[in-house]
């Protein structure tokens, strides 16, 4: 049975609903004319430092004319633009919309830092750093929703699973920590597939309740212990510190950002090409899916529908788990009350960016890991915006990305929606 | 006889008060093609259902081969050597058929991964040995609903099932289609496989089975070879009794054009065209039908009509008012009634109450409401009124719509889009998953409706249904209307041809999609 | 024998109504109080070290110090947000103004403690009833708060007659936009509001300490804060510092049957209703759900951005990152459903909690117990409430056919 698309002409107002987009790319441009070449004159330049700070090899500085760049970076974003409006990206769009972004990011940075000098790889490492809740984040709610169990607990999973983490590390050893860490994360995903799969409650709700909870218990235990003097060891477990990969690191500019970091990002890269696999090739990630997508299909076929979503929870538990000790034990080195800051959601946006797909949504994961790492770069400089301004780029575009400028992505068919067995 | 492979005794199935099944008793021979016959809600599907492990018996026992089994669960019944092709397919649409055939049955390559190319070379064998022309490879999304049951039953094959079930596998197909699928049940049980046929159309039992058992009300009634059967004697063993098949029809009066559609194409969610620039109208006092598959663009067309969802070109007229853009509250203003496909979704407000949901499209105009102000005394006369009339069971209007059976829910439906002046009806699948009490009665009134000078729009798959009640038929394909006849004037057949796309001046050829859009009528 | 009959009947009459009370869901909803609490009280028990220090003396003394740990706690809630009986008592024959004041300001306190938790209680009470979780409700306290100390102290000129209802309006105007954006977003995109809606949450407070640390920074203080709101914008309190009772209480009583008329008299309310049961259906029957995602949200920011112009005109008077941290927002989402979803629940509920936050300082100085007890006893609360065949389980009732429909009658 042959696939046909139909009418030609049907086919040309299917792409007409993009043109909005191909005019966004090319106000976009006009934006980065007008403003950006403002106050700058023909020979202000732009010193891009691409040499990070404990790394042992040097690279030469970039240095660029900062006008003539950002006429050049608003030329391409034109033409794509125009591109767009004329011919279209058809199904490469979402990526073109990711390179004109990040083209715009950087044209926004030679303009901010222009007669200055910027560090490039410190900006991009600090964007791995970031990223890397997030992305493990996003991975607990791919495995989560393939399941077709909807995930908003993630936030108080990883915020209790770093609570847990710095606790015991303080007392023990960081990777007893980091174990403890990544349990409580499957814990209480245990209770989330209690409430959602054998109660049948509604996944939002359950994943509200079980945000307050945690908010509550790790603030209690917090400020009955950890909080006086008395008790102050043990809220100081001391971090993971980064270590080179030999061979990796040494690639200039990628090798210091992605191949010196500490434990919890490469155990994200395993993380992220692992599930992509596990998802797509193998029998286990068959049946998952098939969960999520059609619940009663995979039961007639002799697939435990519940015991599938429950176990894929309670991983995905396990991975928010690691994320969550990220907080405590992989970064600052003790527990602070909400820590968390809401990374769990934004997990969710890169999740939902990357359309359930591993590593889409570790891109996505990316993406956002940048955005937080320019809002923190560029506060230092004396921007015309205000840092409480930048700080908000995260949620700003999350929302963005949820209001579905990518297009609407559509999850598995069954998210959210309890499997009542029939055998009754 | 040959030996029996499957015994089912004294199975019993309640729900709550209500017995679904009650002490049935049902063998099926070695390479047997058994008929259940049985109206819609007479049991056959829980029946099925219990022997396929959905649902745990009150009581009864199941032999395979002469050995008592037990069966709790899906696997235990594939294990078992059962395979049953489910009335909605168990077919998961963004998977590949490889995907959805090996699913629950996977061959591994090591460890874990999936061995996707053996598994796709079997369903090829598969597909070759019974002529089912799959393959593998596609998303089953893509495929027609004819196709997509053709997997089904190669994932019965591939688990090497010797006893198949198959839940009312003709509904969904076109007459063409059905043709095919009986080439395909006759060749498998040439090899060697026994089939339970579950159906409520008597044509089909006659053509296809050997045997015949009628269940109704949960028990077997009647039992017999298909040879010796009399089609009038099952009929009314299947209804409990005699049936009037034939609906008295008046002559037709036609009036002036109601509805006008004119060009209409409609995008659907996948940014694909579901509705390809479709034209016709209905006109006062008719009965217009559109006949077609499940699937070929009906529940947009009526989604357009009702004002859900808009055409991306084309125009529609309600009583010479432009209605392509209107609002859905605009048409139901101008007096249109919608009976929807999918009752509970479109239909109602399932927890709400029935008095509530009487009033659901009229709760802003008086009595119901004055000033903005909500009227609960108006709204209760009129709930007490309607359920009286209408004869809604229970006849409390307070009980939530949840409760009531989908006969009671149907007609909450049709007292509420009847009960005030009408000038167009759009009924969509108005008889789906109904009773016969209830399909004569919504069936009646569709009629009684267009005797009183309404324009009626009947949209259902169900050929039958389309041939007696309409004046005129449309045959919907592929997002087209390919064809448009007086009813008096075309034989079922041909209308069955027209529902597979087949082009009635050249019967060999199955019309192509730019053919559509030139024979568009 | 005769005895032995009359005994039978009536435990039979007990468990008769022990049964059909079971089938409500208010039943439902106190059994899952009574659990909260218990899980409370034995979190509170086993993070108390003298407990431990009489267990390890002997089994019995360990008992004796759970239950005088747990006494002195509820005694130090009670007198938190009551006041302490004899103090009152001596106050009044003492007579003296200010000590009777002092004496009866922990009742008064918990009242204008309640007072905002009903106010959102009410708006997510709302946004349920239209389908809705609006978890934004929180950002949108906040942004009611600076929209009202903007107004506020702008201009000093105005009478209050018109200065106090122009500022509570204009914080709920602040609010219903904050709310409508997410729903606009919902409506036409599909996002979803509780993401979304937590995104605005933390724009709000950026957003705030923004504002608040420059454009309507106060140049006068060494701090970052606003200027103080006009007197003219003020709530009217009805006593004497240390009292700080206002008007806003009968504000927030009033919104209740105001709430409930407009869900279950208007037509808007109708429409509400049906469209947070069955949007589908909804639409289907000529209701423009877009409209009423947009309006249901926005009206329940605008009830939100009344919390917020509340803390400002009753309460604080002026803005900044420190004096500001709401929450109410966020408990405003328990509330709603422990008050299973009916305006005067909302309300009981809202009290009842407003009574405990307001007694958790002192519960947290004299019994030594963070008031972070809280949210954990109100997640308990909701974990039972949305399990109801956990309860079910638990109290030994069997299932009955309306309870189910609790929380799940919503679809969210």
Same mark, same amino acid.
């Given at each position: 049975m042959e696939k046909e698309t139909n009418s030609n002409n049907i086919q040309s107002i299917i792409f007409l609903k993009n043109k909005r987009l191909g005019a966004l790319f090319i106000i976009l441009a006009l934006v980065m004319v007008v403003l950006f070449t403002q106050n700058l004159d023909a020979i202000t330049q732009t010193t891009l430092n691409l040499?990070? /700070? @404990? @790394? @042992?090899i040097m690279t030469n500085d970039l240095v660029l004319n900062s006008r003539q760049t950002i006429i050049v970076i608003a030329v391409i974003i034109g033409l794509a633009g125009i591109y767009q409006l004329i011919i279209g990206f058809r199904s490469k769009f979402t990526l073109v919309l990711g390179i004109v972004f990040l083209l715009f990011t950087f044209g926004f940075i030679v303009w901010s830092v222009s007669g200055s000098s910027i560090n490039i790889t410190g900006l991009l490492s600090v964007m791995v750093v970031r990223s890397i809740p997030l992305i493990i984040g996003a991975m607990a709610g791919i495995l989560s929703e393939r399941s077709g169990v909807v995930n908003i607990a993630i936030e108080g999973m990883m915020l209790s699973a770093a609570f847990t983490a710095s606790v015991v590390a303080s007392l023990t050893n960081l990777w007893v920590g980091l174990l403890v860490g990544i349990l409580t994360g499957g814990l209480i995903a245990w209770i989330h597939a209690t409430m959602c799969? *054998?109660? *049948? /409650?509604n996944n939002v709700i359950s994943g509200t309740i079980i945000n307050l909870f945690a908010i509550g218990i790790t603030s209690y235990f917090s400020e009955k212990y950890i909080q006086s003097l008395d008790y102050a060891y043990l809220n100081n477990p001391g971090f993971f510190f980064p270590f080179e990969i030999p061979l990796f690191s040494k690639i200039p500019v990628i090798g210091p950002v992605f191949?010196?970091?500490?434990i919890f990002a490469y155990l994200m890269y395993i993380l992220v090409i692992v599930l992509n696999f596990a998802i797509f090739q193998t029998k286990w990630g068959l049946r998952l899916r098939s969960v999520g997508e059609h619940p009663k299909a995979a039961d007639t076929l002799g697939i435990k529908v519940n015991r599938t979503r429950t176990r894929a929870v309670i991983l995905s538990g396990l991975i928010a788990g690691l994320g969550g000790s990220f907080f405590s034990i992989g970064s600052i080195g003790s527990f602070n009350e909400q820590m968390t800051a809401g990374r769990g959601f934004i997990a969710l946006a890169a999740m939902i960016f990357g359309k359930w797909n591993p590593i889409n949504a570790a891109g996505g994961g990316l993406l956002f890991g940048f955005a937080e790492s320019i809002s923190l770069k560029l506060a230092i400089f004396d921007v015309a915006i205000p840092s409480k301004i930048l700080a908000m780029l995260p949620y700003v575009i999350t929302i963005i990305v949820l209001g579905g400028v990518v297009g609407r992505n559509i999850g598995p068919a069954a998210g959210g929606q309890p499997y009542e067995t029939e055998s009754k | 006889m040959s030996e029996i492979v499957l015994e089912l005794r004294g199975i019993t199935k309640s729900f709550g008060n209500f017995k679904a099944n009650d002490n049935i008793n049902i063998t099926l021979h070695k390479g047997e093609i058994l008929a259940l016959l049985g109206e819609n809600g007479a049991g056959k599907t829980t029946l099925m259902n219990v022997l396929y492990g959905l649902y745990k018996p009150d009581q009864g026992e199941i032999y395979i081969n002469g050995q008592k089994v037990n069966i709790q669960s899906p696997l235990d019944a594939i294990n078992a050597g059962i395979g049953m092709v489910h009335q909605h397919f168990m077919l998961i649409p963004v998977f590949t058929v490889t995907e959805n055939v090996m699913l629950g049955n996977e061959q591994v390559k090591y460890l874990d991964v999936l061995d996707r190319a053996d598994t796709a070379t079997r369903i090829r064998k598969l597909s070759d040995a019974y002529k089912l022309q799959i393959n593998p490879d596609a998303l089953v999304g893509d495929l027609s609903v004819g196709l997509q049951q053709r997997i089904e039953i190669i994932k019965l094959l591939y688990r090497d099932a010797d006893i198949l079930i198959m839940d009312e596998p003709s509904a969904v197909l076109t007459p063409k289609e059905v043709g095919e699928l009986f080439l395909t049940v006759r060749s498998l049980v040439e090899e060697g496989k026994s089939i339970i046929f579950i159906t409520h159309k008597l044509r089909e039992v006659m053509e296809i089975s050997n045997r015949i058992c009628v269940i109704r009300a949960g028990k077997v009634v009647g039992e017999a070879l298909t040879k010796d059967a009399d089609v009038n004697r099952l009929a009314a063993l299947m209804v409990g009794r005699p049936v009037d098949m034939n609906l008295t029809k008046s002559p037709l009066r036609a009036g002036k054009k109601v509805l006008e559609v004119e060009n209409v194409s409609i995008l659907g969610r996948q940014q694909k065209a579901e509705v390809n620039r479709v034209s016709f109208d209905v006109r006062e006092g008719e009965i217009f039908g559109i006949a077609g598959v499940q699937g070929n663009g009906q529940t947009e067309l009526v989604r357009a009509l009702v004002g859900l969802i808009h055409p991306i070109e084309g125009r529609i007229k309600l009583l010479g008012e432009d209605i392509t853009k209107a609002s859905p509250r605009r048409i139901t203003e101008l007096g249109t009634a919608h009976i929807p496909e999918d009752r509970q979704a479109d239909g109602l407000v399932l927890q709400s109450e029935v008095s509530d949901n009487l009033i659901l499209n009229r709760y802003y105009l008086p009595p119901f409401a004055k000033k903005h102000l909500i009227q609960t005394n108006a709204i209760n006369q009129n709930a007490a009124k309607l359920v009286e009339s209408y004869d809604i069971r229970p006849r409390n209007p307070h009980v939530p719509v949840a409760k009531l059976s989908g006969g009671n829910q149907q007609k909450v439906i049709i007292a509420r889009e009847l009960s005030r002046p009408i000038k167009l009806v759009i009924a969509a699948q108005p008889t789906r998953g109904l009773d016969v009490g209830s399909i004569e009665y919504t069936q009646k009134r569709l009629l009684q409706l267009r005797d009183e000078g309404c324009a009626v729009l009947l949209v259902s798959t169900e050929l039958d249904e389309i041939m007696q009640l309409s004046d005129r038929v449309g045959v919907m394909y592929r997002g087209s209307v390919i064809a448009i006849h007086n009813t008096s004037e075309i034989v079922k057949e041909d209308v069955g041809l027209l529902m597979a796309g087949v082009d009635l001046t050249n019967p060999q050829k199955v019309l192509t999609s730019q053919q559509l859009v030139d024979k568009s009528v | 024998m005769k005895k032995n009959f009359s005994m039978k009947s009536a435990n039979n009459a007990i468990k008769i109504f022990f049964e059909e009370y079971s089938k409500t869901s208010s039943f439902y909803i106190l059994a899952a109080i009574v659990l909260g609490f218990l899980f409370g009280a034995v979190l509170i028990i086993l993070t108390t070290d003298a407990v431990y220090a009489g267990f390890r003396n002997s089994f019995w003394e360990g008992i004796q110090v759970s239950f005088r740990t747990m006494g002195k706690t509820l005694e130090s809630i009670f007198v938190g947000a009551f006041g302490e009986p004899k103090r009152i008592i001596s106050a009044f024959q003492n007579g003296d103004p200010q000590t009777i004041r002092i004496a009866i300001n922990p009742f008064f306190e918990s009242l204008t403690v309640s007072t905002p938790y009903i106010i959102t209680a009410l708006a997510l009470t709302l946004a349920f009833r239209s389908g809705f979780l609006n978890i934004g409700a929180e950002g949108q306290v906040f942004m009611g708060g600076i929209a009202a100390v903007w107004v506020g102290f702008s201009t000093h000129s105005l009478p209050s007659i018109i200065h106090v209802p122009l500022t509570t309006f204009s914080g709920m105007l602040a609010g219903a936009l904050w709310g409508a954006f997410p729903g606009w977003l919902k409506a036409k995109t599909g996002a979803h509001e509780v993401i979304t809606g937590i995104m605005m949450n933390y724009i709000a407070v950026l957003f705030v300490d923004y504002m608040a640390s420059g454009p309507l920074r106060d140049p006068a203080v060494f701090t970052p804060q606003t200027p103080p709101i006009s007197e003219h914008a003020q709530f009217f309190r009805f006593f004497e510092p240390p009292i700080r009772f206002h008007i806003g209480f009968f504000i927030a009583i009033a919104m209740v049957p105001i709430v409930n008329f407009f869900l279950f008299k208007t037509i808007w309310g109708f429409e509400l209703r049906q469209a947070g049961l069955n949007p589908q259906g909804a639409k289907n029957a000529g209701m423009n759900t877009t409209k009423l995602t947009i309006m249901s949200l926005a009206l329940s920011g605008a009830l939100a951005g009344l919390a917020g112009a509340n803390e400002i005109q009753g309460i604080s008077y002026f803005m900044n990152s420190l004096n500001f941290t709401s929450g109410y927002g966020r408990n405003a989402i328990s509330l709603a459903l422990i008050g299973g979803l009916q305006p005067v629940g909302a309300m009981i509920a809202a009290l009842f909690f407003g009574f405990f936050t307001s007694a958790s300082k002192f519960m947290s100085l004299r019994?030594?117990?963070?008031?972070?007890i809280i949210p954990v006893m109100q997640a308990t609360i909701m974990f039972f409430i949305a399990t109801p065949a956990l309860i079910r389980t638990i109290f030994r009732v069997k299932k009955a056919s309306s309870e189910e429909t609790l929380i799940t009658k919503v679809s969210i």
């Open positions: 040499t990070h /700070a @404990s @790394s @042992s799969v *054998k109660y *049948k /409650a191949f010196n970091q500490n | - | 019994a030594g117990v963070p008031h972070h």
